[in-house]
Nanobody, 123 residues
Framework: VQLQASGGGLVQTGGSLRLSCAASGRYHMAWFRQVPGKEREFVTTISASGTGIFYADSVKGRFTISRDDAKNTVYLQLNNLKPEDTAVYYC?????????????????????WGQGTQVTVSS
């Protein structure tokens, strides 16, 4: 499985970005983010069917995850960005996630990872 993330960049507070993650198949997908010295943090996930979508409280109402299965691509729309959103954003793919619990919040639940794309929000 190959994951290719793109779309990061430098924006001002309140700005927007759209991240993309192209996969080589159809999987449960997620975005995590990480800043130096901290653990990778769950941002959002979307199930393979598209019916299960969950967000971290810190991004709820500002970020939107979606998928285009014809292109095997998952998108993350980041709106109203804040300096604390600055991080490297990673997309991840899982093959056996159980969305009945909260396992989707854990990095260990995902089998494959993209290379990361930097998002920097200036104040």
């Amino acid at each position: 499985v190959q994951l290719q993330a793109s779309g990061g960049g430098l924006v001002q507070t309140g700005g927007s970005l759209r991240l993309s993650c192209a996969a080589s198949g159809r999987y449960h997908m997620a975005w995590f983010r990480q800043v130096p010295g901290k653990e990778r943090e769950f941002v959002t996930t979307i199930s393979a069917s598209g019916t299960g979508i969950f967000y971290a409280d810190s991004v709820k109402g500002r970020f939107t995850i979606s998928r285009d299965d014809a292109k095997n691509t998952v998108y993350l729309q980041l709106n109203n960005l804040k300096p604390e959103d600055t991080a490297v954003y990673y997309c991840a793919a899982g093959t056996k996630l159980d969305y009945r619990g909260t396992y989707y919040r854990y990095a260990a639940s995902y089998d494959y990872w993209g290379q990361g794309t930097q998002v920097t929000v200036s104040s």
